[in-house]
């Protein structure tokens, strides 16, 4: 059975730090490209960023580029976003998905999913 597993959401004050972390079991994620996808109350899904099973590359939505970075810890068989300089429009919940997008917008590609981990960016 697969499952991918978001931890390290809460709530944080804008210009916070928070680390997401997705651990799978079930699959190996080297397999997959590994995304990040977040969702605000009455907006559509956003995909922030992808790590790419062929090469390790990544790619970031504009919105996030220069403040989260994306890693994959083979070992740990889990995926992680370092995300700095919160601000309050990133308040969403974010889930963890596998699959072969060809881009980081490429939401609906993604064959697996985790059941999101709520960030709250806040003062």
């Known amino acids: 059975q697969v499952q991918l597993v978001e931890s390290g959401g809460g709530l944080v004050q804008p210009g916070g730090s928070l680390r997401l972390s997705c651990a799978a079991s079930g699959l190996t994620l080297d397999y997959y490209v590994i995304g990040w996808v977040r969702q605000a109350p009455g907006k559509e899904r956003e995909g922030v960023s992808c790590?790419?099973?062929?090469?390790?590359?990544?790619e970031y939505a504009d919105a996030v580029k220069g403040r989260f970075t994306i890693s994959r810890d083979r070992d740990k068989n889990t995926v992680y976003l370092q995300m700095k300089s919160l601000k309050p429009e990133d308040t969403a919940v974010y889930y963890c998905?596998?699959?072969?997008?060809?881009?980081?917008?490429?939401?609906?590609?993604?064959?697996?999913w985790g059941q999101g981990t709520q960030v709250t960016v806040s003062s």
């Open positions: 998905a596998a699959g072969f997008p060809s881009r980081v917008e490429r939401t609906n590609d993604y064959n697996y």
């Open positions: 790590v790419s099973n062929s090469d390790g590359s990544t």
